[in-house]
């Protein structure tokens, strides 16, 4: 099952009764929910008056709803605050629980240092039970050192190699403490038969509670019974892959290739798509552990703020010389563009995406001595706000095209770059104290009119609310990455009216192509 039957499964199932993950009537009758209820609203009240929030009365109501399961998928839009949701269920659990004060009893897994910095670790500290009993752990040696009840690291740490006395290696993963609560933010990243997934996956068989956390249920690369295996164990969920396929799915058609639609001559391909028939079933199985919220539900559009998007597509026409440029690149790739076409599994992606890669170039980031109309346009625009005083966000999504964005905003107003590692700028690599600065200053001082962000490591777990307008110079082939970065912006917290969404493209070149994919 691939994204687009997960989102006709939600979709279709949004209003109904039994896709909450307990009956509303049930929860008043339940003593542990009524109990975590008033703790819940007790921390709540508290940050509330101590700190600048916005009062959203469903954040202690969801935590108390979390605290009464061991096990929770928590598939919340993005923008309604799942890690105050998850600080404040830890309150609900932590407060005079012994059991929950030895060190690691309780850790969470973030999908970056960057997350962690500039998301959890500010979440927390503001919750007065929790103040001070952090730990940080960036290094393989932090797992010893460590003495604090709630752990927190990135996704990757698990999977780092560690020796001992006598010279053998193991994995961190095996020398982490078991832990009664263990979190894992953005979990859609746990990709299937991964060294990543299995290590986590190692660690959430030994946990007593496991509370995933996403607000995009699945991307793409992790299909909803992979994501409930992760939780389940493989045990509580009675369907493997291929009983599921055989069970609920039917087949349908769809084109087989990045390159689809290029020429009249590309075939399509079968894939399962849930059958509409089978929802109600299916829906009464992934009931016991899926909650999802969005912004329309009635108890979260009144005390939730979302500008209204404003979207322009600008298709540009380009100059004589590019068009020219483009041509004889395409002419002297074919054979490779070709082979392309025939790479439309997920294990061929790579392939398929590096033979068309000098493509890419061609159309968003032409030689130096060629006018490129689209950096020329993408100047207008910026201009444009920043003579009202607002601040423009502009994702990419190669490193090459970010760097001439960047070179070339430069000249003209002041601009900052969050990337991980460009080998021809200066400096090469960004830490994360540097990309956390970045961010700091884009939202929280003067000194940036616009920020150049990378579309992989700012479409997720990080806020840009202080921007009205978001730009988007060449695009990723997945449509999900597009609309996260996208919400980076146009989320709660940002108190614009309008949010300006401008994409821009080429005429008759492939990033025009590839928004009519993600269209």
Not at 20 to 35: G, P, R
Not at 200 to 211: E, G, M, P, Q
Not at 430 to 447: G, H, I, P
Request: hydrophobic fraction near 35%.
């Amino acid at each position: 099952m691939n994204n687009e039957q997960v989102d006709l499964v939600l979709n279709t199932l949004e209003d109904l009764k039994e896709f909450e993950l307990v009956d509303s009537q049930d929860l008043t009758q339940d003593s542990h929910y009524n109990k975590y209820l008033n703790k819940a609203y007790k921390h709540y009240k508290e940050l509330y008056l101590n700190e600048d929030i916005q009062w959203r009365p469903y954040q202690p109501e969801y935590a108390a709803l979390y605290a009464t399961r061991r096990k929770n998928i928590c598939a919340l839009t993005m923008g309604l605050g799942k890690t105050t949701i998850a600080g404040l269920m830890l309150c609900c659990l932590y407060e005079d629980n012994i059991k929950l004060m030895r060190p690691g009893a309780i850790q969470i897994i973030a999908p970056s240092e960057l997350s962690i910095k500039t998301r959890w670790l500010e979440d927390l500290e503001k919750l007065k039970v929790i103040q001070g009993n952090i730990s940080f752990l960036k290094k393989k040696e932090d797992v010893f050192k460590a003495d604090k009840p709630i752990w927190i690291y990135n996704q990757d740490f698990p999977k780092r190699e560690l020796s001992d006395r006598k010279g053998n290696n193991k994995f961190l993963s095996k020398s982490l403490n078991k832990a009664n609560v263990l979190i894992i933010d953005e979990a859609h990243h746990l990709k299937p038969k991964t060294q990543r997934s299995r290590h986590i996956n190692y660690l959430a068989r030994r946990s007593k509670r496991v509370f995933l956390m996403s607000g995009t249920i699945s991307d793409g690369r992790l299909d909803l019974i992979n994501f409930l295996n992760e939780l389940t164990y493989g045990r509580l969920w009675p369907y493997n892959e291929k009983d599921f396929k055989r069970d609920f799915t039917a087949k349908r058609k769809i084109k087989s290739s990045y390159l689809y639609g290029m020429n009249t001559n590309d075939s399509k391909k079968s894939i399962h798509q849930l059958s509409p028939d089978m929802i109600s079933k299916y829906s009464k199985l992934i009931q016991r552990y899926v909650h999802r919220a969005s912004y329309s539900d009635s108890n979260i559009y009144p005390y939730v703020h979302i500008p209204k998007r404003e979207t322009v597509v600008d298709i540009v026409t380009p100059s004589k010389e590019h068009q020219e440029h483009y041509e004889e690149t395409l002419k002297d790739k074919q054979a490779d563009l070709e082979q392309a076409k025939l790479y439309d599994s997920n294990k061929m992606k790579a392939k398929a995406l590096q033979l068309l890669h000098p493509v890419l170039l061609a159309s968003n980031c032409p030689p130096v001595h060629i006018e490129n109309h689209k950096i020329k346009k993408l100047k207008e625009y910026v201009e444009e706000y920043q003579k009202l005083g607002k601040k423009t966000a502009v994702f990419c999504d190669g490193v090459e095209s970010a760097r001439v964005v960047t070179l070339s905003l430069l000249e003209q107003f002041k601009t900052e770059r969050l990337y991980a590692h460009d080998p021809n700028y200066e400096p090469t690599s960004q830490t994360q104290a540097m990309r956390s600065k970045v961010v700091n200053k884009f939202l929280f001082t003067d000194e940036v009119e616009v920020g150049v962000f990378s579309i992989n490591l700012a479409s997720e777990s990080i806020d840009l609310t202080t921007a009205d307008q978001v730009i988007f110079y060449d695009y990723p082939w997945a449509s999900l990455k597009l609309q996260q970065a996208l919400f980076r912006v146009l989320r709660p917290g940002n108190k614009s009216s309008k949010v300006r969404a401008v994409y821009l493209g080429n005429k008759g070149f492939i990033d025009e192509h590839q928004q009519t994919l993600l269209a």
